[in-house]
């Protein structure tokens, strides 16, 4: 298991017991975003998709964190 696996894992936990937000997707996607902030030390899209330790090509992660920030309002 890698450090950026067990960054995000472990984030993904906490966030789990923090908050509650009506789609698992919503708070894997924020999971990820946190642990590529940490890892990466950078808040850039595409630094962060790099740093993300996913089964997905970094483009798609990219995309993907792009469209979680482009939305207006994630239903709580």
């Known amino acids: 298991m890698t450090d950026r696996y067990t960054v ?3 984030v993904l936990k906490m966030l789990k017991q923090m ?3 009506g789609s ?3 708070l894997v996607t924020l999971a990820m975003m946190i ?3 940490v890892t990466g030390r950078n808040a850039q899209l595409s630094a962060m998709s790099s740093e993300i330790d996913v089964a997905a ?4 992660v990219e995309l993907r964190l792009r469209r979680w920030v482009k939305h207006s309002q994630i239903d709580t």
Not at 57 to 60: G, N, P, T, W
């Open 8 to 10: 995000y894992t472990k």
């Open 19 to 21: 908050i509650t937000i």
């Open 24 to 26: 698992r997707g919503h």
């Open 35 to 37: 642990a590529g902030i």
């Open 57 to 60: 090509k970094e483009k798609s």
